[in-house]
């Protein structure tokens, strides 16, 4: 009984042992901008894409959500200074961003593509060429598309202000955040547009064409965080359960699930043999 007695204690000291530290005991503490359909709080608990994942991880650990909503600018400052847990928002892994923090694995992938009227299926970096295309003053892409041919580029502020304009039909495309245009999209079929994402895979429109990866933020430090926020996701891929989330929010196409193009972090945060996840 007394050896019994002392294996169970043994067992529940290295379960203790192994709960991740968070700033504060008992809580994860989340950066997050309220962006949807990345992230939101509603009725108590995370909502939209990234936020619904994060309340499950949450409530699997066993830990109560301490939301911390603030721009975009104090994410990722406030996880270098342990002023939060962890930091959500529709974050595409970059390796910049992968020496300054813990990048997650992913949650969902996405390529740039073009929002359009269902009366056409453009896809391709050709179908713009000749086009008026709006997109967002500030993209990382705008050198890009200022390479295509005979592209005329209108800048706007926001995204609403981009698809006004091509509802009036004054542009003939918009190149905006894929999450935020498919969202849109889902939320008002009246509009009669599409999203379709780029079907190339050019290397001199790495990003307009490239596979990107969302992901969420840690501290370096807190190395068992890390590693049990991981292995929850893994789970969620291999139910394939992030589908259905994505359901949700109006992310129903294989591109955000089924990776298709170069493996940019095999090698750099990850082992060279690291296979990206997939919901077929």
Sequence with gaps: LLAALAVGLSVQGAALAQAPETVDKGQLTIAFTGDMPGTGYQDGKMVGYDGEILQRVADALKLKVRPALMEWSGTIASVQAKRVDVMAGTMGW?????KIMALSDPIHYFKNGITQSSKTNWSRLKDLE?????TITGFSFIPELRKINGLQLA????SDAAVRDLLAGRIDAVIGDPPVMQYAISRNPQWNLKFNAFTDNAPDFPLLTGLGQVVFGMHKD?????KQVNAEIAKLWQSCELRKIGKTYGLVQD???IPVGSN???GVDRPADWKLPSCK
């Design 94 to 98: 970059t390796e910049q961003r992968s």
């Design 222 to 226: 807190n190395a068992e965080l890390v």
């Design 155 to 158: 800048l706007y502020d926001t």
């Design 264 to 266: 940019a972090r095999a």
């Design 130 to 134: 000749g086009k008026k295309v709006g």
């Design 255 to 257: 591109v955000w699930y």
